[in-house]
């Protein structure tokens, strides 16, 4: 029997990216009996309500509003809300392939007290800054999950678990308004709890995120203020000392350009990624600077 997802999916303010993401998932080869969408308006000015209005004949859609709180807590409420054995999380820019829950649903069927986590492609080949971006998510997916069967890094917008699980849990941790990270924090915390998560090419989302220099910059800062707060909350479950990469793990992202062969750009992508581990830097001591500040207050 085929298992049951709640697909979730977090929007703020992009309703023309969110009725491309729900186009895409009507055309999801599954059962329409055995998985539901659950949107959540996180206090959008742009209200979502026409563009979910129209998909209404064609999924079987949830619409749900909260006050401005980020990502993670969106996640956490249409979580509450699933009624799926298993929860898909994706972003409203995002278009999962036809075979996406197919792909979720073998490795559940053998592996249920998993997270599954899916391959994400950048549908804009031609805007540098996205290409940088997903580049150096791509690095970390095949530094990480050398043995996908046992792995150590997933995306958050291509990112399955067991509900039951999910909600023993916790969720994803409140304290990543805004900043990011909050995937990162729970998929160490379920290991943490001894549950395994697997890596898989075969659950395909495709993502379309637009990017400028500015936006590219703040992206990664932001990146780096959900560090901090990441090892925060390692901290907090008793993990002491802030894990730094290797040397070899830098050398080796600045050769990763040349190494997939973007050829004339993977000069100016290997720039780019020195430039997101620089935000990501500053991000970093950035919050903890701010953290200690009010603490002292």
Known sequence: ??????????????PAQLAVCLKALTKLSYPANHFEVIIVDDGSEISPDRVVASFRHLLDITLIRQVHAGVAIGRNTGAAKAKGEFLVFT????QPAPDWLQGLAVYFLKSPNCIIGGRTINILPDNIYST?????ISFLFGYYNTNPAQAGFLN???LSVPKDLFLKLGGFEKRFFLVGAEEREFCDRWMDYGYRMIYTHE???YHSHRLTFRSFIRQHFKYGCGAFHFHMARTKRGHLQIKVEPKTFYLNLLRYPFIQKYHLRAPLLSILLVISQISNAIGFFWERFTYNKNAVK
């Open 156 to 158: 958050g917008s291509n």
């Open 91 to 94: 972003d409203d820019d995002c």
């Open 1 to 14: 029997m085929s298992p049951s997802f709640s697909i979730i999916i977090p929007t703020y303010n992009r």
């Open 132 to 136: 940088a971006s997903q580049l150096l």
């Open 203 to 205: 659950a395909l989302v």
